[in-house]
């Protein structure tokens, strides 16, 4: 069985935007002032607000899937730096020093 793979790019748009349509959100897509683009999901819950249906989607999954308690504790941001950008880290405990 061979592996799928899907890159995030211009195809994956369109499917986003239909995934958010079969969560049941209400999408909408807006300009702010300075003319930057923002999609908007809203459902009788919740309100989600991203710059493409990409990011807005992912913003849905994360919150379906961590829950009402979705954002990360220092271990867990700690974890992530350390693991993807340990200089992050070593510039923090620089500036405590």
Same mark, same amino acid.
């Given at each position: 069985? @061979?592996?799928?793979?899907?890159?995030? $790019? %211009?195809?994956?748009?369109?499917?986003?935007?239909?995934?958010?349509?079969?969560?049941?959100?209400?999408?909408?897509?807006?300009?702010?002032?300075? %003319?930057?683009?923002?999609?908007?999901?809203? @459902?009788? $819950?919740? &309100?989600?607000?991203?710059?493409?249906?990409?990011?807005?989607?992912?913003?849905?999954?994360?919150?379906?899937?961590? %829950?009402?308690?979705?954002?990360?504790?220092?271990?867990?941001?700690? %974890?992530?730096? @350390?693991?993807?950008?340990?200089? $992050? &880290?070593?510039?923090?405990?620089?500036?405590? @020093?």
């Amino acid at each position: 069985m @061979s592996l799928e793979s899907i890159t995030a $790019a %211009g195809n994956v748009e369109v499917p986003a935007y239909l995934a958010l349509q079969e969560l049941g959100f209400a999408i909408d897509r807006r300009f702010l002032e300075n %003319g930057t683009e923002m999609w908007v999901a809203t @459902s009788d $819950a919740f &309100l989600f607000s991203a710059p493409s249906p990409l990011e807005l989607l992912g913003l849905c999954l994360m919150r379906q899937t961590r %829950g009402p308690n979705w954002k990360a504790d220092n271990n867990q941001i700690n %974890g992530y730096l @350390s693991t993807y950008y340990p200089a $992050a &880290l070593d510039e923090s405990q620089d500036a405590n @020093s």
